[in-house]
Nanobody
Framework: QVQLVQSGGGLVQPGGSLRLSCAVS????????IGWFRRAPGKGREGVAC??????????SYVDSVKGRFTISRDNAKNTVYLQMNSLKAEDTAVYYC?????????WGQGTQVTVSS
């Protein structure tokens, strides 16, 4: 059974950093498109960062609000997806979800809370 298990959330001060991880079991990531999404309080789902499959050379896109601060990456050998978040702002506070897509099938992590506050 395919599972996506997230870790790395928590409370940080503005300007701080966090690294989110998403460990995938049951399959390997080589042919997956991956991404990170978030839902802030009272807001809808927002796509944060996406990366195409390694077969498609891993092209990356980011939402404008995180460009230059967040980095999406993958380690196919470890079947793990990462989101490095630097220079965090209060408006980054949200529940973050990792996502993987292969063919027409979507898989989601359980979500993890990121809170940026003094």
């Amino acid at each position: 059974q395919v599972q996506l298990v997230q870790s790395g959330g928590g409370l940080v001060q503005p300007g701080g950093s966090l690294r989110l991880s998403c460990a995938v079991s049951g399959v390997n990531l080589d042919y997956w498109a991956i991404g990170w999404f978030r839902r802030a309080p009272g807001k809808g789902r927002e796509g944060v960062a996406c990366m195409s499959s390694s077969e498609e050379q891993g092209t990356i896109s980011y939402v404008d609000s995180v460009k230059g601060r967040f980095t999406i990456s993958r380690d196919n050998a470890k079947n793990t997806v990462y989101l490095q978040m630097n220079s965090l702002k209060a408006e980054d506070t949200a529940v973050y979800y990792c996502n993987g897509v292969i063919g027409v099938i979507n898989y989601w992590g359980q979500g993890t809370q990121v809170t940026v506050s003094s």
